[in-house]
């Protein structure tokens, strides 16, 4: 496991400063439904639409928010459309990881000069709020990255949308507060490929890496790498399946997803136990280990602020590291397919993702597998 010193990542010129990630687009077969559930039971806040109404004819939007975490839910209307080709074929999924930027048109031009393929050249949107500059490049799969500029405009979204009512009487926070790292599963032998990718076209930094001996089980493995941005804002681990007794998990999603795409949303919080509670009582679905996982828990991690009969009764993990420790649980997958799931992460000091829960998060992932007939 190789870590940069804070340093190491700050002395480095960055061709692509980014802020962060400005929103994550979704398509989805119902966008109302789905801004639905993201509203009850993630207790996001709708904050913008658009649609016909607006006069978007082909498509419909929904712009949800809770702190710095942003979800834009979007349908088609028609057979025919690309939205609607997307979804036949992955399902409900991530379509973009939108970052933000200072200049989106530089964004563009530094990546495609070296190597990114143009999704969608730079355009400027213009409405009574301001200006919006936008451009995008093609990520592993079908998943895009897009360039968002808009440090001067005041409107809830971008150009073409409409404020939502004030008032959201679905919506219940739950303290989620930014989006702490999104992960891609690519096919088996693409993940170096795909960290050549970021190291090159994105100046991105090779910031942790796992093998199949950190991330083995009795039946299945898979190799990690995590790629991190010059300001650490915004991480992107690649996973790609390794050979075990029998299917990786990898392989399950790249089967029912139809080829690489967004495997989970890591969504930071400073309350986990306070989170999770509020989350499980809003009907969000999570993974569980054994019990025995509590038994040695502080042998393992030393002490912790958190009860442990806390964390055992809601299935929250802990991991420490040299610089201090984390603790996280994974939902279930989201969709009928068993493709995109969220974790929700609080960090205490470490940086890492908890490699030393691995091996029983991922033997509850495959009793799931094994349920749907699919190890
Ligand atoms: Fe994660």
Redesign the pocket.
């Known amino acids: 496991m190789a870590v940069l010193t804070e340093t190491e990542i700050l002395t480095k010129r960055d061709f692509l400063p980014l802020h962060g990630t400005d929103h994550v687009e979704f398509y989805v077969g119902n966008a109302r439904q789905a801004a639905h559930y993201y509203r009850s039971a993630f207790g996001m806040k709708l904050v913008a639409y658009a649609g016909p109404e607006t006069g978007m004819r082909d498509r419909a939007s929904y712009v949800l928010e809770q702190g710095k975490v942003r979800f834009v839910l979007t349908t088609a209307l028609r057979a025919g459309d690309p939205v609607a080709a997307h979804v036949h074929r992955h399902g409900d999924g991530v379509k973009a990881i939108a970052l933000m930027v200072d200049d989106a048109e530089s964004a563009w031009r530094e990546t495609t000069s070296r190597g990114a393929q143009s999704a969608a050249g730079p355009a400027e949107l213009r409405d009574e709020f301001g200006v919006v500059r936008t451009a995008s490049i093609a990520a592993y799969g079908e998943t895009l990255h897009t360039f968002v500029e808009r440090s001067s405009y005041r409107g809830p979204f971008i150009p073409g949308y409409k404020p939502a009512p004030e008032e959201d009487i679905v919506s219940r926070p739950v303290g989620l507060l930014h989006i702490d ?1 999104m ?1 891609g599963n690519v096919a088996l032998g693409d993940m170096n490929r795909y960290v050549d990718f970021y190291r090159t076209v994105l100046g991105f930094d090779l910031y942790q890496t796992f093998d199949d001996k950190d991330i083995s089980t009795e039946y299945s493995a898979l190799m990690s790498k995590v790629m991190s941005n010059g300001n650490g804002r915004v991480k992107f ?1 690649l996973n790609e399946p390794a050979a075990g007794k029998r299917k990786s998990q990898i392989e399950e999603y790249l089967d029912y997803y139809q080829g690489p795409g967004v495997q ?1 949303i ?1 969504l930071a919080t400073n309350d986990i136990v306070d989170t999770v509670r509020r989350l499980r009582s809003q009907g969000v679905e999570f993974l569980r280990v054994p019990n025995t996982y509590y038994e040695e828990l502080e042998g393992r991690v030393g002490r912790i602020d958190e009860a442990v009969t806390e964390l055992a009764d809601l299935g929250i993990l802990v991991d420490r590291d040299d610089e201090g420790y984390m603790l996280q649980i994974f939902t279930r997958p989201v969709e009928d397919r068993p493709t995109l799931f969220y ?1 929700i992460i609080q960090r205490k000091g470490s940086r890492s ?1 908890g490699k030393g829960n691995f091996k029983a998060l991922f033997e509850a992932i495959e009793r799931e597998q094994a349920l749907r007939g699919n190890l």
């Open positions: 790292h992960v681990p989970h890591a974790e993702f």
